[in-house]
């Protein structure tokens, strides 16, 4: 019998070669050797399921840390900042009771215009600091206190100018 069916194929080969099975015979045969066309661990929805597992997992792991982390900074750079300004602030307040003992109402009005834009920008700046607080917004504030305290010192320079050409001018002139 098997001879038959050899030579049956082989009398009408040119016949079977354009034909081929359908889908559904293929599946049937498949699943009687035993053999599936694509894996389990092979198939687009694992692998899928797989990228957004991943992907949640990292998210998951890395936002927290990030937000301690970033937390932690912003805390220990506020304390320095604290410390950094109380210091500016005594330093300017003893500048400005210098300044109002010596009080010289000539170059006032030049010195607290100044002064009082510098002081409005400190606001602001100290506003932003409290909102997003980042290295370049506290070198900003610790650069304007120490304008400001260059600012008093360059007036108490010009009233101690102005005391001493004052003083000098009082004393009586020795003549001989």
Sequence with gaps: MKDQLEDF?????????????????????????????????????VWRAAAVLFMALSVYLLIPKFDKSRALASDTSLKEFNDVEAYYVQQISEKVEMIDELKAEEGLNGMTQDFKQLEVMYLVLKEEMKTRPSQKVKDALVLNLMVRIDLLNQHLQQLENELRKGQEGEKPKVTT
Excluded: H, M
Aim: aromatic residues 10%.
């Design 9 to 45: 194929i082989r009398q009408n080969k040119p016949a079977f070669d354009d034909k081929e099975p359908s889908e559904r015979n293929w599946k049937r045969i498949e699943a009687s050797v035993g053999l599936s066309r694509v894996a389990w661990w092979n198939r687009v929805g």
